[in-house]
């Protein structure tokens, strides 16, 4: 009897440390993401994207937003360019890939974005250049998560757009007429839909990007000013 009693002990010890096994695949299960991810942080930062085509006044007018309101700004234009000049396995494709004014695959872009956001103290983000396409925004969704508060979009008609990438004078290697004419093709077939897509959620603000900076600044601030 004595025996049954030990063996039937024994089993109960095997149990209990089968199901605290059990458990503890689980939960690793369950808590990888998060512990992988931004929510690992315990905070869930304000995301805004601003969308334009190229030469538009982006850059100029994020750097304004970002001083005034107190934002972070994230180029993911720069992050990308940050890559080709690093030892990033991925310098070489993305620089063939800025070259001829297509776009970096979602995969590499949401991962530099994601590292970004994780890796500063910041809570409150602009982030320039993103969506650019569809495909860029469920990556998003997927991978990031964090619903946009504001969509800014910054319309000017192509010819103007033209004009001013072909004066800018950054020494940028997509700043010519070929890779201008591809990128402006771009933004119509791929980052058009993404601007419907948040018209159609309440979260679009078009403003005019024709007029001096000032100019158009006033146009942003009564968006951030409430
Ligand atoms: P930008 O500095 O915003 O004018 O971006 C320059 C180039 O970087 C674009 O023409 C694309 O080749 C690439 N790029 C920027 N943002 C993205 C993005 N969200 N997804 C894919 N490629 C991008």
Known sequence: ?????????????V???YGLK???AFSTEVLKPA???????????????????????KGTQCTRIAE?????HLSVGDLLRNEISSTSEY?????????KGKIVSSEVTVKLLKKAIETSEADRFLVDGFP????????YEQIIGIEPEVVLFFDCDEE???KRVLHRNQGRVDDNIDTTIERLKVFEAYTLPVIRYYTEKGKLYKINAIGTEDEIFERVRPIFST
């Open 68 to 72: 005034t309101y107190g934002f972070t």
């Open 160 to 162: 103007e757009m033209m």
């Open 35 to 57: 512990e992988a991810g931004i929510l690992s942080r315990a905070r869930t930062p304000t995301i805004n994207f601003v969308l334009g085509g190229p030469g538009v006044g």
């Open 22 to 24: 059990f458990l503890e």
């Open 91 to 99: 310098g070489d494709m993305i620089l063939e890939t800025i070259t």
């Open 1 to 13: 009897m004595e025996q049954y009693q030990e063996l039937f002990l024994v089993l109960q010890l």
């Open 132 to 139: 650019r396409t569809e495909e860029n925004r469920v990556a």
């Open 15 to 17: 149990k209990v440390a």
